[in-house]
């Protein structure tokens, strides 16, 4: 706790079981299917996983729909920036096109 990087997640904790090997290098285990996969823990990654696996859905199911819930809330607030950054681009356009006419 406390080594930089992000913050802990709860549920990601559940999910996984992380690893690091005497060189430092990351792993981590699905807790349900024990996928083992290098690297970083990274929510997407986990999350990614959580959702699509069969025993955990079986197995865990209370964990495997709050899984889904939590990605499906990530998903939806990374489209909404996208939406905003499309919406502050057309803006710009539009008042450049406007200049134009005007003029
Ligand atoms: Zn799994």
Redesign the pocket.
């Known amino acids: 706790m406390g080594q930089g990087g992000a913050p802990g997640n709860p549920l990601l904790a559940q999910l996984v079981d992380k690893h690091v090997d005497s060189e430092g290098k990351r792993s981590y285990l ?1 807790i ?2 024990g ?1 083992l996969k290098k690297g970083n823990a990274a929510f997407d990654h986990v999350f990614g ?2 959702t699509k ?1 069969e ?2 859905e079986k197995t865990a199911r209370e964990l495997w729909i709050e899984a889904r819930q939590a990605s499906g809330q990530s998903s939806i607030r990374v489209q909404l920036e996208r939406i905003e950054d499309v919406a502050n681009k057309n803006l710009e356009s539009g008042t450049l096109k406007q200049n134009g006419t005007d003029w």
């Open positions: 699905c349900a299917c996928t996983h959580a696996c025993v955990l």
